[in-house]
Nanobody, 130 residues
Framework: QVQLVESGGGSVQAGGSLRLSCAASGYGSSPYCMGWFRQAPGKEREGVAAVGRDGNTRYADSVKGRFTISKDNAKNTLYLQMNSLKPEDTAMYYC????????????????????????WGQGTQVTVSS
């Protein structure tokens, strides 16, 4: 199991920015396939952004052009830079990792589907006020 610890959440006004970090550790940790998800009360979990083994990225349509996912493989740390935040971005944000190795390395998985991942962080709250 991979242990994931998010940080960087907080409260900002609309138009502001935050950078979330997710540090991965423990057995099976991998820098290759990781993602960010979010869930607001009463809403389904949404895949926000993901990065694959080659650094390729995917984004939900709702955040394209505003959010940037990146990772530091040497540090086993995932980042989510969030700019131009909107009240609709208010949610608990989770990082996810531990995609089965064969799927991760082959790219044969949906990186914005939560069930692709086996390990999850505790979440960090992002609140965007008008």
């Amino acid at each position: 199991q991979v242990q994931l610890v998010e940080s960087g959440g907080g409260s900002v006004q609309a138009g502001g920015s935050l950078r979330l970090s997710c540090a991965a550790s423990g057995y099976g940790s991998s820098p290759y396939c990781m993602g960010w998800f979010r869930q607001a009360p009463g809403k389904e979990r949404e895949g926000v952004a993901a990065v694959g083994r080659d650094g390729n990225t995917r984004y939900a349509d709702s955040v394209k052009g505003r959010f940037t996912i990146s990772k530091d493989n040497a540090k086993n740390t995932l980042y989510l830079q969030m700019n131009s935040l909107k009240p609709e971005d208010t949610a608990m944000y989770y990082c996810a990792a531990d995609v089965p190795a064969l799927l991760c390395y082959s790219g044969s998985f949906d990186s914005l589907r939560g069930r692709s991942y086996r390990s999850w962080g505790q979440g960090t709250q992002v609140t965007v006020s008008s």
